[in-house]
């Protein structure tokens, strides 16, 4: 069994009607909702509203991986929080940060970058599978499209990723890193673009089902992993010279 942490800020959709009409329950509740159908996934969700912003170290022992959504509020999240999630990401938790996630206080302290971008409202994106033989590509087709999108265009301030599992191109011709990864330590991280809140992005079956890739992806094989940097070595046994 994997179990999935959603974390979503949940503001806009108390704040907006427009929103609320997408996602009436939230997006955490949207995507946990995909994620909740396979047998082998099971979701708890963590927003801003709740105590230390529903995020506790015990919670976090046992969670396999955590899916982060936040937009307006980054600087709402307290560092010790984001300490606590770095620390187990570090330590093998995977982390799937979402849309304006990039910016982040935990995934901009993962990257140690300002994780600035280019952007503007209202776009259309086709989605481009450039690592087909990547797992978290499995099933996904070459390309599809989001008929209302919100631009993200390069530069992108992000550390080289490991692999560039998708590329966004928007119709006004801006091309995006969409889906990267990345490691930290024991963790695995995909940062995936797509997802602004004014559009039905997590209606769509292609991104819901790159998430769910991604949750099998970044999950430990085991929950604890061995800390190797060991600051006080044991010496060798004499004569092994």
């Not at 329950?25 to 946990?32: E, P, V, W």
Request: one cysteine or more; glycine letters at 8%.
């Amino acid at each position: 069994m994997i179990n999935v942490l959603i974390w979503n800020e949940f503001i806009h959709e108390k704040q907006q009607p427009e929103v609320a009409e997408i996602y009436p329950k939230g997006i955490h509740r949207q995507i946990g909702k995909y994620l909740s159908a396979d047998k082998n996934i099971s979701v708890r969700y963590a927003s801003l509203d709740m105590e230390n912003c529903g995020i506790t170290k015990e919670l976090l022992e046992d969670t396999d991986v955590l899916i982060w959504w936040g937009h307006q509020a980054h600087d709402k999240v307290s560092d010790d929080i984001v300490k606590l999630c770095a620390d187990r990401i570090n330590g093998g938790m995977g982390f799937i940060p979402l849309h304006s996630s990039h910016h982040s206080k935990l995934f901009k302290a993962l990257c140690g970058t300002s994780c600035n971008l280019k952007w503007r409202h209202g776009d259309r994106e086709r989605i481009w599978c450039v690592n087909p033989f990547h797992p978290i590509a499995k099933g996904i087709p070459e390309q599809f499209e989001l008929p209302r999108e919100e631009m993200y265009g390069e530069p992108f301030d992000i550390p080289n990723p490991e692999e560039v599992v998708f590329m966004g191109w928007f119709s006004g011709g801006e091309v995006f890193r969409s889906g990267v990864t990345f490691r930290r330590g024991g963790g695995k991280i995909f940062y995936f673009q797509p997802g602004h809140e004014e559009y039905p992005v997590y209606h769509n079956e292609n991104v819901l089902k790159i998430i769910a890739n991604a949750v099998k992806w970044a999950a430990p094989e085991a929950r604890e992993s061995k800390n190797i940097l060991c600051t006080n070595p044991e010496p060798l046994e004499k004569g092994l010279e």
